[in-house]
């Protein structure tokens, strides 16, 4: 997967995927990552990238020529349209399944504004998706970009070591994790549960999907809505 980022602030990203899984994914050529910024595609004498908005009124909007020029750039070449991802509050909010989704594309583009607004065109005539990390407006998309190329990154089939660890993870079969515990088995008087010690794995498997059911209960009921709960699992609720 090729991920290019456009942003004023290419130095919040040094660093970022230098380390762990981000490093590793680019190590084996699952991922390259290519941070621009876009004020060097900019046509204005003095490279300025913002301006006053039509109709007046407070802040700085960003104008559409350094934003369109700079993707025509990064997509000349290409057969494929890509995703273009612009982030932004006002977004579709980003979930587990978008992260799955983009996950299975080749190239991405995350358009990252900081403080000010964009020109509507950039949303009407560039971008793919609009895309939200959470209900709270932070200064730039660029921490917003940072959270959606790990969260994809590490799904990309083979970069993480244990195959096994994505599917298990919160969110992805519509439950939060159960709980775990490694050594000791007393910590100051605090024990793990006797079923873990057991060795029968049947009840084990059991104790965690109950678990796991009662965890997304109590924390996240919203999950809930959209899934079905078996018979076993009201049980479980009740007790
Ligand atoms: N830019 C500013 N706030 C944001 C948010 N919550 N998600 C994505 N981009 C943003």
Redesign the pocket.
Known sequence: MKIDVLTLFPEMFHGVFGHSILKKAEERNFATYHVHNFREFSKNKHQKVDDYPYGGGAGMVLTPQPIFDAVHHLTKDMEKRPRIIL???Q?EKYTQKKAEELAGEEHLIFIC?HYEGYDERIREFLVTDE???????????EL?SMVIIDSVVRLLPGVLGNEESAPCDSYSSGLLEHPHYTRPTDFNGMKVPDTLLSGDHKKIEEWRRKESVRRTFLRRPDLLENRELTEEEKKWLKE
Not at 131 to 141: E, F, R
């Open positions: 982030m932004c509050p977004g504004g895309l939200s990390i959470g209900d709270y407006v932070l200064t730039g998309g917003a």
